[in-house]
């Protein structure tokens, strides 16, 4: 009967032992998990700068002008360009492009333009009370590039005035489009160039998430520039404060040792290609991008400012954005484009700011960066959900929910992850105690199957005991010695009953039981029957067998 028991207990180990429905959570990339858990921490930002722009009147600088002219005429005379009038005037238009304050310069009453223009860029949260991350030139814009973008935003309210002074310039002149267009160019970067900007004001607000993502209902709320490096090629970066917040999503900052070149870097932020993009829906448009791309090299600036190259797409817009390296952690910001060589931007080639920099920079406002417990909770439900534990995910995402109400994303995976369970798609595994508890009871089961079959074998041994007893023999079989190597019996191993000496008789009388046939009546359980009663034992008679 060994091996029956045997089989059954380990049938038995086998069941308490079989894990819950396990699914390997590898099918999720790595980049779709670092996006989910940088998103809520990843904020647009706006800059609005407000200016007087102060504009002077042009007028040529008459002796330059006379000797452009007659190098004009000579080229047409020489047959290098054709020789009409509207063609000689577009290349001497043309060539006063290429250095107009050696032909126009400023005279006449200023003409004075209010403006505003909107910077877009993207900051991130550092603390669960309101400290942010962004670059510096997204709160202090280059003083050329806003003077460009007025010059060009003034151009409307200067459009008449630059009409009139092109009329001017073009009179007598059968004047095609692009002969207009090119005089038209002109006088705006004359503007550009000469215009001055006077009571320069800047104001920068983040434009706070709401439930659902996206900022299309976002609150903007101002923000303080408590410290401020250099634009590119400096170190720039800048260090903002929210008030009034907590339990802010935030992210943790790694060291410029996570990467190295070929690592993966991961870029989030809002590319102005896309925020900008009026064909898609607010809500759409104005919530994260997450590109990847490795690291090229490591460059330094002549200021001595190191940078990381690498080739995550980013544009306008994603300037100040985290750049998150392969161990989840914030290694950079992102904060210009490389040129190409033609006045342009190359493809995919972006410079990012180390974070030992941000660390520097916030070292010094004695900002202490803080992995928010909101943070904390929605990772850890971001781990459950992709591994499909919904049952075990749905507590934490309400943990955060309840930790920050305004969460943008939380209440989506609470949704989903409700969905979910109701379709019979959670694979959380039993809990430990329910393991045991089942466990165990295989096992109480077991036990008693195998109580029940020892009890039998008992049994059974004792009835064949008792039928192989001889008369007299008070202890059921000839007690056996150890065997000999050819089988035979050896000395018994201890003392006979007491009176006897040696080996017992054999048997004396007929046999208790045919050998081979059945018992007589069933094993009965109990004390034996008082009627009849049981004769004594008597030397030559039979032993009664044990009931």
């Known amino acids: 009967m060994r091996r029956p028991i045997g089989v059954l207990l380990t049938a038995g180990m086998m069941v308490a032992a079989v894990p819950g429905p396990v699914r390997a959570d ?47 005429a000579e080229d047409a005379v020489d047959g290098r360009i054709p020789s009409d009038e509207r063609s000689m005037v577009k290349t001497a238009i043309t060539r006063m ?12 009453p200023d003409r004075v333009v209010e403006a505003q223009s909107t910077a877009l860029c993207t900051g991130w949260w550092v603390t669960p009370d309101g400290h ?72 920068t607000t983040v434009q706070l998430s709401q439930p659902g993502g996206g900022v299309d209902t976002a609150r903007s709320l101002p923000a303080e520039v408590l410290a401020k490096g250099e ?15 907590r339990n802010l999503p935030t ?22 290609t896309v925020t900008n993009e009026e064909s898609l829906s607010p809500g759409s448009r104005l919530q994260p991008a997450f590109t990847q791309g490795p690291i090229n090299a490591q460059r330094t600036t002549q200021q ?75 990772n850890t439900a971001l781990d459950l959900y992709y591994k499909h534990h919904y049952k075990k995910a749905l507590p934490k995402f309400r943990e955060v929910q309840n930790l920050a109400p305004g969460h943008p994303y939380v209440g989506k995976y609470i949704s989903d992850s ?78 006979f009953p007491p009176g006897q000496g040696g080996m017992p008789p054999p048997p004396q009388g007929p046999p208790l039981r045919p050998p081979m046939g059945p018992h007589p009546d069933p094993p009965r359980y109990g004390p034996p029957p008082e009627d009849p009663p049981r004769p004594p034992a008597g030397p030559a008679g039979p032993l009664t067998p044990p009931s």
């Open 132 to 203: 942010m991350v962004t670059a510096a030139h997204c709160v202090a814009p280059d003083t050329k590039v806003t003077a460009a973008a007025f010059a060009k935003q003034a151009q409307e309210d200067l459009g008449a005035d630059d009409e009139r002074i092109a009329k001017a310039i073009l009179k007598g002149v059968d004047a095609d489009d692009e002969l207009k267009r090119k005089t038209s160019e002109l006088l705006t970067k004359f503007n550009t160039e000469h215009l001055k900007l006077r009571d320069l004001e800047n104001v």
């Open 251 to 272: 992210l943790e900052l790694g060291a410029d040792s996570d990467v190295h070149v070929g690592s993966s870097l991961y870029i989030d932020g809002f590319p102005g």
């Open 418 to 495: 409700q969905a979910a369970i109701t379709a019979g798609k959670d694979e959380t595994p039993l809990p430990t105690s329910t393991k045991v508890a089942i466990g165990g009871g295989g096992a109480v089961a077991l036990l008693l199957v195998a109580g029940l079959v020892t009890g039998t074998v008992v049994l059974t041994r004792r009835r064949r005991r008792a039928r192989l007893a001889p008369a007299g023999w008070p202890g059921g079989p000839f007690p056996m010695g150890p065997m000999s190597p050819m089988g035979s019996t050896g000395p018994p191993p201890g003392p």
């Open 304 to 378: 001595g400012v190191p940078y990381f190259q690498t080739q995550a797409p980013a544009y306008g817009g994603n300037s100040g954005g985290p750049v998150i390296g392969d161990s989840g952690k914030v290694v950079g910001i992102l904060i210009a484009t490389l040129g190409d060589g033609e006045g342009g931007s190359a493809q995919n080639e972006q410079l990012v700011l180390p974070v030992s920099v941000v660390a520097e920079k916030l070292n010094e406002r004695n900002v202490q960066p803080v992995v928010s417990p909101t943070s904390v909770a929605y």
């Open 26 to 72: 590898d099918d999720v990339p790595p980049a779709t998990r670092l996006a989910a858990r940088t998103h809520p921490a990843v904020q647009l930002l706006t800059t609005r700068i407000s200016a007087e722009v102060v504009v002077p009147y042009p007028s040529f600088k008459q002796g330059n002008l006379e000797s452009l002219l007659r190098d004009v």
């Open 97 to 108: 492009l290429g250095d107009v304050g050696k032909y126009l310069k400023p005279s006449g």
């Open 231 to 245: 634009n590119y090629p400096g170190k720039d970066v800048a260090i903002l404060k929210v008030a009034g917040q």
